[in-house]
């Protein structure tokens, strides 16, 4: 009897285990279908000219130019961590948000950092798959695949990003896991 209790606490125990470790390994993210309205698009492709910049439209609406493919693995879904290293910048040239630098090596070097590729914008959702590890590409985003009609705000509650910004980011895809 006390062997049958045995093996059932252990019986328990095992789908317990294999229960939470199921959902450890579950992708919660889902792909956006999110595309970019025409007048977004239009005033993008116009920012473009007006900057200078030839660049491949995306079908989400999205520009991009591939300036260095990479080599090797690329991001396979959502769901990989991606280590990059970045600058934003309005079209204005004025930079919003960047990786940091380490200024304890000469020269100094960005910062790489992780985070998996669902919890980023939809812009880098879409436009950091096109590249490879070591690759380096520029994204000129629209407002509807960046932040939208809501301002992005630093942890202070101070306004990074103003509401539908149209937006450039230069990526460097360190990584991918």
Known sequence: MMLRKIFSVLVIASLVIISCAKKIGTCSYSESKTIAPAAEIDS????????G???????????YTINQQGSGTSVMNLCSNVTVTYKGTFFTGKTFDATGIDSTVTPPQP???TIPLGQLIIGWQKGIPLIKKDGDITLYIPPSLAYGSVPAT????????PANSY???KIHLVDIQ
Do not use: E
Request: glycine content about 6%; cysteine-free.
């Open 53 to 63: 910049i030839t660049a491949i439209q995306n079908t989400a609406g999205f520009f």
């Open 154 to 161: 630093d942890r202070y509650g101070n306004v990074v990003v």
């Open 111 to 113: 910062v790489p950092v």
């Open 44 to 51: 993008l492709r116009t920012l473009l000219k007006d900057s």
């Open 167 to 169: 937006l450039i980011f």
